[in-house]
């Protein structure tokens, strides 16, 4: 009798080895599965579309506290009737609001660089960060060719992180101010973005309008 229980027991011991990696990798597989949930979810079951409009301060040199720098400039630049070859580097306050004492929500950062030998136009490389709400730390990184005569500049969402991860989309760029004595201008950008995760809503302060794709 005690013999069988001794088998018994070997038994019960020899199959908890047995079992203990099946276990490891059971668990592992649940990682993964959780993984892909995330990214059904996430990114393609539940996918938005977020109308946000931020404003753009742009403070040039000569402006008391300017905010964009040129630092580079070509050959050809002085003379060029386009500034072709000039890059700026900036780093602007982003506002919920035209008023640049409207709610702070961010800086848009990045270059701009003249690259149209016949119009004045700007290839454009910015990265908004969001320092404010529950969309502080995330980003939009846009590019685009901003032709300056144009009343409405047509931009790429190109990418983003946090909860603009996998964005994609477009932005629409538009002078809401322009003083060439204080070397200051607001521009407006209503960007048109998927998101997924979070669900934003207007009190988060840039989003007016959300779509379902
Ligand atoms: C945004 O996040 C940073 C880093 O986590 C934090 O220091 C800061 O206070 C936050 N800002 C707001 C307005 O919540």
Redesign the pocket.
Known sequence: MAKIANIGLILIIASLFLLAPNNVYARKQGSAAEELTFLHDGCLGKEKVAKLEIYVHDLRVGNPTPTVYEVAAASITPNSPTSFGSIHVADDLVTSGPDINSAAVGRIQGLTTSADLAVNAVALNLNIVF??GRV??STISILGRNQVSDAQRELAVAGGTGVFRFARGYAIQTTTYYDAATFYGVFKYTIYTTYQGLKLAESDGVVVEIAQM
């Open positions: 320092t404010a502080n730390g």
